[in-house]
C-alpha cells in the first residue's frame, strides 16, 4: 500500500531551510560586528587592537560570557556599538529557539506511540499498517463498539494514526518482524487481523502470525492476482479494493428492469413479507425524467419509502415533493417486496427500449470486474484500453478519436476505470460532452479526485479506498450489525437485530440514539417507515439511518 511520505519530506526539508537562514544571519552577525569593531575601537579608545581580539570580543558578547578583556571603555560610541551587538545578539537568540530548538526539543519530547498494550485484551480487532484504506476501514468500523488495536512500524506514521484516530483505536508501533510486537498487541487472543500491507510484507507478517493466532485473517491486496499465494500463506479472505470497486461501479451501471437489490431477495423464504431496499438509476428516456416525488406519490400508491437519492454527487437525505427527476439521479427505495414488485411492474420496468451499451475505459482490475458484472446482466460491453485484447478498440480513453469509436455517442452508459485521477478526470469530460445523456459512472485513487470528477460530469465515483474499507468492514462486523450502505454524507444505513427481551419503541430508539428507523422486519411482519408508538421486539431485525455515532449507541441500546 503506497505510503503518506510527502508531508514528512516536506517537514524536514522545512526544518534544514531553517537551519540554513540561521547559520547565515550568525554569520553576517560575527562579519559585520567584527569589521565594525576592528575600524571603530582605535579611533574611539586609542588603542590598536588585533582582529583576533575583535572576534573575541564579538563571540564573548552574543554568547554573554563578558571576560571583561577589553573593559573599561572610555568612548560612549564604543559603549553604543557594544550595546547594538547585545541587542542583537539576543535577537539572534529568540530566531534560535522557535526556528531550531523548539521544533528539535518538540520532535523528541513528543509522547511517542506506545510498544504493547497496557492491559490483555480479547476479541479485539488488529489492523496491519497505515495507507489510505486504513484510515477508511477505522472509519467504517466506528459505528461499532469493537476494540482496534493499529500496528504500524513506521513512528512517523504512527504518530499520524494516534493523531487521527486516538479516540477511536490503540495505535501501537513495532516491527513486523519481530514476534514480540504481536504478543504485546495479545495478538493470540484477536478475533479478526486485517493486513493492509504489500502483498511481500503482507505474505511475511501473515507467515509470521498464523500460528500464533487463531483470529480470522483478512488480507488487502493492490494486485488480485497474488490472492493465492496470500491464502496459501494462511489469509482466510482476500480482498483487492480495485475488484470490490469495479463490482460496486458495475451494479450502479445495471440499468435492469428490477435495479440493485441492496437487501431482501425473492429467493429468500418468506419474500413477500420482507422488506426490500433498491437502488434505481435513472436513465436517458426514462418514464421517470421530469416528474417530481409527489408525482410519483409512491407512498401513496405503493406503500414505497423514498430513503434517500443523489443526483451529480449531491446526497439528499430527505426527499420533497418538489425535487423533480432527471436523468443523473439514482433512487434508493425501501418498500415490501410485494409493493416493490408492483411498482417496477407499473413504473419502471419496460422504460427503455433502446437496448444497454456500456464503454468501459481502461480494462485494468477494476475495468475487467466491471466488465464481468454488466455482461453478466446481459449489457453490451465495448473495451478501450491500450493494449490489444483481441475485442476492444485500441487507443487513448482521452482521446476523441478513440471514444467515437467506440461508438460513445449511442451508449448509455460510460465506465472510466482507469488508474490515472487525472486522465479519468478529462475523459469523463470529453464523454459528457459527446453525449450529454450518458451516465458516467469514474473511479477515483485520491479523494482529492472525487469532487472534480463530479464537477466533471460524473454521476457517480468510487474511491478505491473508501470501497475497500467498507467490504473489509463488513467481514469484521458481521454478527454485529450489516452495513447495508455507505452514504456520501459519512452516514450509514444498517439492519440490526434486536436482542433485548422487553420491547422497546421506535420513539424511544430514535429520541435516545438520533437514528432514524426506516423500516422494521420480524416474523409475520414488515413495516417501512413505523409510527413512533410501534413496538421492536426480541428477533426483530431494524433497518436504521444514522452516523457513526448514533448507530453506536442504536446498536448498543438493541
Known amino acids: ?6 508531508l514528512f519530506k516536506r517537514v524536514a526539508g522545512s526544518y534544514r531551510a531553517r537551519i540554513v ?9 560575527l562579519v559585520v560586528f567584527t569589521a565594525v569593531f576592528h575600524t571603530g575601537y582605535p579611533l574611539w579608545e586609542g588603542e590598536p587592537i588585533t582582529w583576533e581580539e575583535a572576534v573575541l570580543f564579538v563571540m564573548e558578547t552574543v554568547t554573554t560570557v563578558g571576560y571583561g578583556y577589553l573593559l573599561p571603555f572610555e568612548s560612549e560610541y564604543t559603549i553604543l556599538l557594544t550595546i547594538v551587538m547585545i541587542v542583537t545578539g539576543v535577537f539572534l537568540i529568540f530566531i534560535f529557539i522557535p526556528l531550531l ?41 466506528g459505528i461499532a463498539d469493537l ?16 493523531r487521527r484516530f486516538g479516540d477511536l483505536a490503540w495505535v501501537i508501533w513495532g516491527s513486523y518482524a519481530v514476534a ?36 480470522k485473517i483478512v488480507a488487502v491486496v493492490d494486485n488480485p492476482d497474488y490472492d493465492r499465494y496470500l491464502r496459501y500463506a494462511g489469509a482466510e479472505y482476500v480482498l483487492s479494493p480495485k475488484t470490490s470497486a469495479g463490482r460496486t461501479l458495475g451494479r ?49 400508491k405503493y406503500g414505497i419509502s423514498v430513503l434517500f437519492f443523489w443526483r451529480k454527487g449531491k446526497f439528499v437525505n430527505f426527499p420533497r415533493g418538489s425535487d423533480r427527476i432527471d436523468a443523473s439521479t439514482m433512487l434508493f427505495l425501501l418498500g415490501k417486496g410485494e409493493d416493490v414488485d408492483r411498482a417496477f411492474g407499473e413504473i419502471f420496468r419496460g422504460d427503455r427500449e433502446k437496448r444497454d451499451i456500456a464503454v468501459i475505459a481502461g480494462y485494468g482490475d477494476v475495468g475487467r470486474a466491471a466488465y464481468r458484472e454488466l455482461t453478466a446482466a446481459g449489457i453490451d460491453c465495448i473495451v478501450v484500453d491500450r493494449k490489444d485484447r483481441g475485442n476492444n478498440v485500441v487507443g487513448e480513453a482521452e482521446d476523441e478519436a478513440t471514444l467515437r469509436a467506440a461508438h460513445i455517442e449511442e451508449a448509455t452508459t460510460c465506465i472510466v476505470a482507469l488508474n490515472n485521477d487525472d486522465v479519468n478526470i478529462f475523459t469523463t469530460l470529453m464523454a459528457r460532452n459527446l453525449n450529454p445523456g450518458i451516465r458516467i459512472l469514474a473511479r477515483a485513487n485520491d479523494p482529492s479526485s472525487v469532487d472534480k470528477l463530479y464537477l466533471a ?42 436482542t433485548r427481551r422487553k420491547g422497546v419503541s421506535v420513539d424511544r430508539i430514535e429520541r435516545r440514539c438520533g437514528v432514524r428507523v426506516a423500516g422494521i422486519e420480524g416474523e409475520g411482519r414488515a413495516i417501512v417507515e413505523p409510527d413512533g408508538g410501534e413496538t421492536i421486539g426480541q428477533g426483530d431485525a431494524v433497518i436504521a439511518v444514522g452516523h457513526a455515532g448514533p448507530l453506536r449507541k442504536f446498536i448498543r441500546h438493541l
Request: aromatic share 4%; charged share 20%.
Open 1 to 6: 500500500m503506497n505510503r503518506p511520505s510527502s
Open 21 to 29: 537562514l540561521f547559520l547565515l544571519l550568525l554569520a553576517a552577525y
Open 101 to 141: 530548538l523548539a521544533p528539535a526539543l518538540s520532535e523528541y519530547l513528543q509522547a511517542s506511540p506506545p510498544r504493547r498494550l497496557s492491559s490483555p485484551m480479547k476479541g479485539h480487532t488488529v489492523v496491519i499498517g497505515s495507507g489510505e484504506m486504513t484510515k477508511s476501514l477505522i472509519e467504517s468500523l
Open 147 to 162: 476494540p482496534i488495536v493499529i500496528v504500524e512500524e513506521d513512528r512517523e506514521h504512527a504518530h499520524q494514526l494516534l
Open 180 to 215: 514480540s510486537t504481536w504478543r504485546q498487541v495479545f495478538i493470540e487472543d484477536a478475533a479478526t487481523v486485517v493486513v493492509c500491507e504489500r502483498e511481500g510484507v503482507a505474505a511475511s507478517i501473515i507467515l509470521g502470525i498464523r500460528e500464533m493466532t487463531k483470529a
Open 252 to 300: 450502479h451501471a445495471r440499468a435492469g428492469s428490477q435495479g440493485e437489490t441492496i437487501h431482501g431477495s425473492s429467493e429468500e423464504g418468506g419474500a413477500l413479507a420482507l422488506l426490500r431496499i433498491v437502488s434505481i438509476p435513472v436513465m436517458a428516456g426514462s418514464r421517470l425524467v421530469g416528474k417530481t416525488f409527489a408525482e410519483l406519490a409512491l407512498p401513496e
Open 457 to 498: 460530469g460524473a454521476d457517480y465515483v468510487s474511491l478505491l479506498p473508501t470501497i475497500g474499507g467498507q467490504a473489509v468492514a463488513g467481514i469484521v462486523l458481521a454478527g454485529t450489525v450489516r452495513v447495508l450502505l455507505d452514504l456520501p454524507d459519512g452516514s450509514k444505513v444498517v439492519v440490526r437485530r434486536s
